[in-house]
């Protein structure tokens, strides 16, 4: 991860600074904030306004008018923001104006002026009602105030009528330097308003930041900490050492491992073809700890261009990193991150482009066919900021975000910020909140990293730091409030249901809604014994299809149930693969139907759909489908019949779902006639209903 800000870690291949002008839409949805019995709306449009500052560098929306609308981004602190509008010149002697309006006019006692950088400009307040009448509802005959900044709240008398907009006129040589006005709000109380941080909430009242120890920490710079899901194995960058390679030293991956006793090891320089003599860095890893992410292109010839690769671990160490295609990337800022969600298929960008906000913003990338990803879509207006958000870390729920920012009231440089997703877009987000001044500090903060379990956060700080002025990594524990959702680590390994010796497959993990309906939301792990475990990462309160894929293999699926779970588990697997031959009998676990009925249900598609690649894969292939049923029903000849009906409507979808010729495809129900399991309980009454699949020829 490579950031933009005095601590960042450096890049290998930097990006020359573009500079475009962009048109801007000055007609935004309002945002309303209420603390405690402080009602205040805040401006939802700009209506007019006199100029507006322009950066000589990003040529965005900073400093622009539209940065006045919304609640405050910069207050409680005081200073200068990107996200406060100022008018176009400093110290200058013509008037200067802006008018914004409210989404609902009312009668109004109290006009807020958020002015976060040179106060005191402000010459006349005017209130405008639907005829657009214009009214003077203060006049400030004051000298400017002492402070940098201030939350300016006019009290005024109640208005006879409703105000539908504000305008405030300036006089910018009253105060020297530039004026900024983080946002303008009405409200028909008295009571002054106070800027507040959005904070989570329940912050504890102490929080303990304990470092990883000697291990991991040194006398030289330790940042951008990544925790594989399993808190097992940690990922950082550092700076300086004396094992680094190449002559300058500068910036390589290092190891450490989670040793029995809880303490981390000895880290270990994760060597080439990774480590090279240029600044390197890991920015995400995979849930099974087998792919890891590395930014910049590593080109055969030993040259480097900006973007992102991976290399995968083999027994013989990690192979070279290969480029990672995703559709018209590109990066005007010199430094670059990305977060990884635990599927694989979701990617956070951190980058700044023709649509940023500000000079980096937050994107999204999807995973298509083929290995490409999707071209980088804004976050949207609610992550990003004028000013430059970065370090996203995707959590194992895949619905909660970290990242860093200025661009939301704080405690210092950049602070840390969570944000939960509420749709399937990834672009709809809650209101950032503030992780508190515990976490949060006067200076830069950033690399949030959290393993699955979510007991712990891993981040970077100068604070207690062996090395002094440069960061060392320490943990704390997460608090409630601060924490993902649970989700449950799935591991294990793929074996030879008959000799038990393991085999390399693709497991995959289907999301079964309701045992109704099949969500195309599919995970997919290798195995490879050589480098061990398969392992995935899903969310709790949910029903999942386990199964292998192996060529000359059929899987045997099973259900796994985690509607009930409410804490993080780790649940070990092992999936059985059996040999494609004649003879070879296999239950479907996967096929569901309702009680007493033979309709199939839609959960038990990916299932039949298996049976269906196998019979096309082995088009001489001839099976016989059986159905059978538990005993707790004394009526035998109604149990035969429907498990006759279930073992038919399985033909019937392979036959005309699949293509399948129908001489390929004997049934017959059994009824109760069969038992593999005793009748005595539900549990084992299940085992008892259930279809097979038996290869009768090849």
């Known amino acids: 991860m490579f950031f933009t800000h005095k601590k960042s870690i450096s890049s290998s291949c930097n990006i020359p600074l573009l500079i475009q002008l962009g048109a801007f839409l000055l007609i ?4 309303v904030h209420v603390f405690a019995q402080q009602k205040v709306q805040w401006a939802n449009k700009v209506l ?42 400093a110290d200058t002697y013509a008037e200067e104006y802006i008018k914004v ?58 208005t006879q009528y409703k105000v539908y907009a504000i305008k405030i006129v300036l006089a910018p040589a009253k105060i020297p330097g530039y004026n900024q006005i983080d946002a303008l709000g009405i409200s028909e109380i008295d009571l002054p308003y106070e800027a507040k941080i959005n904070l989570v909430k329940d912050i504890p009242k102490e929080i303990l930041k304990e470092s990883l120890g000697k291990g991991v920490n040194s006398k030289f710079r330790e940042v951008a900490p990544i925790v594989t899901p399993d808190g097992k194995t940690l990922i950082f960058a550092r700076e300086g050492h004396e094992l680094n390679i190449g002559k300058e030293k500068r910036q390589d991956v290092w190891v450490s491992k989670l040793q029995p006793d809880g303490i981390w090891g000895e880290a270990e320089n994760i060597a080439g073809p990774i480590n090279t003599d240029v600044n390197n860095a890991a920015t995400s890893i995979s849930a099974d700890g087998k792919n890891i992410y590395i930014l910049n292109i590593y080109n055969p010839d030993g040259t480097y261009r900006p973007g992102l690769s991976k290399s995968k671990k083999t027994r013989l160490g990690w192979e070279f990193p290969k480029e990672v295609k995703i559709t018209d990337y590109y990066n005007r800022s010199d430094f670059t991150e990305f977060s990884l969600a635990p599927n694989g298929k979701v990617m956070i960008i951190a980058c700044e482009r023709k649509d940023s906000r500000g000079d980096k913003d937050l994107y999204v990338s999807f995973l298509k066919d083929g290995d490409i990803w999707s071209k980088p879509q804004s976050m949207g207006a609610t992550i990003n900021t004028a000013e430059r958000e970065s370090t996203p870390f995707i959590a194992a729920d895949s619905k909660t975000i970290y990242f860093s920012t200025s661009g939301f009231p704080g405690y210092g440089d950049n602070d840390i910020f969570l944000s939960h997703r509420l749709d399937s877009t990834w672009t709809n987000w809650s209101e950032p909140e503030n992780l508190g001044n515990l976490i949060n500090t006067p200076k830069w903060d950033g690399y949030f990293t959290i393993s699955a379990s979510g007991e712990y956060a891993y981040l970077s700080s100068e604070e207690n730091a062996l090395g002094g002025k440069w960061e060392d990594i320490f943990r704390i524990k997460l608090f409630p409030s601060i924490k993902p959702e649970p989700v449950a680590i799935i591991s294990g390994t793929v074996v030879n249901a008959f000799d038990k010796k393991p085999i390399a497959a693709d497991v995959i993990m289907e999301l079964l809604n309701d045992s109704t309906n099949i969500s195309n939301d599919k995970i997919v792990a290798e195995f490879d014994p050589e480098t061990g475990e398969y392992k995935m990462v899903v969310p709790l309160k949910k029903s999942y299809s386990l199964n292998a894929s192996k060529k000359g293999f059929v899987s045997i699926s099973e259900t796994l149930d985690l509607t009930k779970e409410k804490r993080f588990r780790e649940i070990k697997k092992n999936i059985n693969l059996i040999p494609v031959k004649e003879g070879q009998t296999m239950i479907l676990n996967n096929l569901f139907f309702n009680q007493s009925k033979f309709d199939i249900l839609p959960a038990s598609f990916p299932e039949l759909n298996r049976i269906i690649e196998l019979m096309q894969e082995y088009p001489a292939m001839e099976v016989i489908i059986e159905g059978h ?33 129908t001489k390929r495809i004997q049934t017959k129900g059994w009824g109760q006639s069969k038992p593999i399991a005793s009748n005595a309980t539900e549990e084992t009454r299940k085992k008892n209903r259930r279809v097979e699949f038996t290869i009768l020829k090849l």
Not at 28 to 31: E, G, K, M, R, V
Not at 648 to 656: D, S
Request: charged share 25%; aromatic share 8%.
């Open 101 to 158: 309006g409210f989404e609902n006019p009312v009668r109004i006692k109290q006009v807020c002026i958020a002015e976060n950088f040179n106060p005191g400009a402000v010459l006349r307040v005017l209130a405008y009602d639907s005829t657009d009448r214009e009214y003077i509802i203060h006049e400030n005959k004051e000298d400017g105030p002492t402070e940098i900044g201030r939350m300016w709240n006019i009290i005024i008398p109640q």
């Open 28 to 31: 935004f949805t309002p945002i």
């Open 48 to 89: 007019a306004f006199s100029s507006e500052r322009t950066d000589p560098i990003y040529q965005g929306p900073q400093y622009r008018a539209i940065q006045i609308l919304g609640n405050p981004n910069k207050l409680p602190q005081k200073g200068d923001s990107k996200c406060a509008w100022s008018s176009s010149g």
């Open 629 to 661: 049923t538990d005993g707790s029903d004394d009526n035998i000849m109604l149990n035969v019949k429907l498990s006759q009906n279930r073992a038919n409507e399985v033909k019937k979808y392979l036959v005309e779902k699949g293509g399948i010729d």
